[in-house]
């Protein structure tokens, strides 16, 4: 990686963060929270920010956080060391609160953004996609349901790793599904270590 490169993707990150695009749909306003750097072998590609995200500007601040960072096997310093770790959620930006829990993600971000910051990320080995919101855009709108999606993890793997959305909401799911810890997160571990 040269300086250039680096200079190329410092000023798309700046960009990114004074985006306001969908200004007019977020509730408290943008605040776009991802971490890049070309450096990075890992990619993490989630849904949106929560509302403690939103406040801090810390990716994954909370306690999917928490959770993630325990299933990955890592601390936080490197978790949030950009040269190890590309955090791209679907939307950058807190998009409020439905019924069930936050709002999908704003529809505008990834198109907008998306391909040019993954163009940035030339030494990439895998990628976690995390949660539906995720997997429908990286496997298509037809593709699996989440579990099958994790069931099935071994099929691209190590490029593409399936992963449930670690927020406690999801508690009953990984009650339901002990092979995800006993089968899937070994692997996983393994693999991050690999690449840290």
């Given amino acids: 990686m040269n300086a250039t490169d680096l200079d190329a993707c410092t000023s798309l990150l700046a960009e990114v963060r004074a985006c306001t695009l969908c200004r007019d749909e977020l509730p408290l306003g943008p605040n776009p929270v ?49 040269e190890r770790i590309a955090i791209l959620p679907m939307g950058f930006c807190y998009p409020g609160t439905g019924k069930s829990g936050d709002l999908p993600p704003r529809p505008e971000c990834a198109p907008a953004w998306r391909a040019q910051l993954l163009g940035h990320l030339p030494n990439l080995q895998t990628t976690l996609v995390i949660g539906q919101y995720a997997q429908r855009h990286e496997y298509g709108a037809g593709a699996a349901s989440l579990t099958d ?48």
């Fill in 34 to 82: 991802l971490q890049l750097h070309p450096a990075a072998r890992i990619l993490i590609v989630g849904q949106a920010p929560g509302r403690k995200v939103h406040r801090s500007g810390l990716p994954f601040d909370d306690a999917s956080g928490q959770r993630l960072r325990a299933w990955l096997g890592i601390s936080r310093e490197v978790f949030y060391d950009a």
């Fill in 149 to 196: 999606l994790v069931r099935n993890w071994r099929k691209d793997w190590p490029r593409l790793v399936p992963l449930p959305h670690p927020s406690p909401r999801n508690n009953l799911w990984l009650r339901r599904n002990p092979w995800f810890e006993a089968e899937v997160l070994p692997s996983l571990r393994t693999l991050v270590a690999k690449l840290v």
